[in-house]
């Protein structure tokens, strides 16, 4: 019997940041991914399949950035567990 | 450190002196102070609160800082942003950057805003007599850092 691998290698840290954050009322989880990893679309998708608010805020067309591991992601960018995954809304600083 | 996130405030006399202190070469300073304003989008805002995303948004100031120094014939910059609970008339951001000469210092100054007004990973939330509010991204915004990606390394202001 091969040993599970523990959960740092399999799941994804995913933060929540400014009115996403308030909408889904959570700041961060962790995410189960599929084995062999994922996508940030893949990941968009997972979410968006709650239904909901989840369904709402992350419908396609809606004005949500991604980044991963503190880089700026596009629809294609791998993920692998242990990764930080964030999603929040375009940014208004300055 | 080039770039600072903090929600104390910040004395740009001091920041000034220090950015530029002992370095004979800099014959201009130019800076940019962001303030809040007690009217957005038609509404009087009484606070306003700023978040930001620790670790991420630190990269993308020295990301654009460094661009900055790339492109400008510029010696030095310093980006200071606040976060937290601010009022009306409160600094929020602070831009200095030094160089031989006016030109390249105002120029990069610019782009500097213009590109954390974009890139860095802040987020303004207003308190107004209808509650709060998340503030939009303007579409003007990305025009005035989309100037800036068709002029080459050396170029005047868009």
Same mark, same amino acid.
């Given at each position: 019997?091969?040993?599970?691998?523990?959960?740092?290698? &399999?799941?994804?840290?995913?933060?929540?940041?400014?009115?996403?954050?308030?909408? +889904?009322?959570?700041?961060?989880?962790?995410?189960?991914?599929?084995? #062999?990893?994922? /996508?940030?679309?893949?990941?968009?998708?997972?979410?968006?399949?709650?239904?909901? &608010?989840?369904?709402?805020?992350?419908?396609? #067309?809606?004005?949500?950035?991604?980044?991963?591991?503190?880089?700026?992601? &596009?629809?294609? &960018?791998?993920?692998?567990?242990?990764?930080?995954?964030?999603? +929040?809304?375009?940014? /208004?600083?300055? | 450190?080039?770039? @600072?996130?903090?929600?104390?405030?910040?004395?740009?006399?001091?920041?000034?002196?220090?950015?530029?202190?002992?370095?004979? @070469?800099? *014959?201009?300073?130019?800076?940019?102070?962001?303030?809040? !304003?007690?009217?957005?989008?038609?509404?009087?805002?009484?606070?306003?609160?700023?978040?930001?995303?620790? *670790?991420?948004? $630190?990269?993308?100031? $020295?990301?654009?800082?460094?661009?900055?120094?790339?492109?400008?014939?510029?010696?030095?910059?310093?980006?200071?942003?606040?976060? *937290? $609970?601010?009022?009306?008339?409160?600094?929020?951001?602070?831009?200095?950057?030094? *160089?031989?000469?006016?030109?390249?210092?105002?120029?990069?100054? !610019?782009?500097?805003?213009?590109?954390?007004?974009?890139?860095?990973?802040?987020?303004?939330? $207003?308190?107004?007599?209808?509650? =709060?509010?998340?503030?939009?991204?303007?579409?003007?915004?990305?025009?005035?850092?989309? @100037?800036?990606?068709?002029?080459?390394?050396?170029? =005047?202001?868009?």
């Amino acid at each position: 019997m091969r040993d599970a691998p523990p959960d740092s290698l &399999t799941r994804l840290n995913v933060v929540y940041l400014a009115r996403l954050r308030e909408a +889904f009322g959570v700041a961060a989880e962790p995410l189960q991914l599929p084995e #062999g990893g994922s /996508t940030v679309a893949q990941v968009l998708a997972q979410l968006r399949a709650r239904g909901g &608010t989840w369904a709402a805020e992350l419908a396609p #067309g809606r004005a949500v950035r991604v980044a991963v591991n503190h880089a700026m992601a &596009t629809p294609a &960018t791998p993920v692998r567990g242990g990764d930080e995954l964030a999603l +929040f809304p375009p940014v /208004t600083g300055g | 450190m080039p770039v @600072r996130v903090q929600t104390a405030d910040f004395d740009v006399s001091h920041e000034i002196a220090a950015l530029r202190a002992g370095d004979a @070469r800099v *014959g201009a300073v130019a800076s940019f102070i962001g303030t809040v !304003r007690d009217v957005n989008d038609a509404a009087a805002v009484s606070t306003m609160t700023l978040e930001h995303y620790p *670790g991420m948004t $630190e990269k993308a100031l $020295e990301a654009i800082v460094s661009e900055a120094r790339a492109r400008f014939d510029v010696y030095d910059a310093l980006v200071v942003h606040r976060v *937290g $609970e601010l009022a009306p008339t409160d600094q929020i951001v602070l831009v200095v950057v030094t *160089g031989a000469h006016r030109e390249a210092a105002f120029d990069a100054c !610019r782009f500097l805003m213009d590109y954390l007004k974009t890139r860095a990973p802040f987020w303004k939330k $207003e308190r107004t007599p209808d509650g =709060t509010r998340w503030v939009e991204a303007r579409a003007s915004d990305d025009e005035a850092a989309a @100037r800036w990606q068709a002029a080459g390394a050396g170029d =005047t202001a868009p």
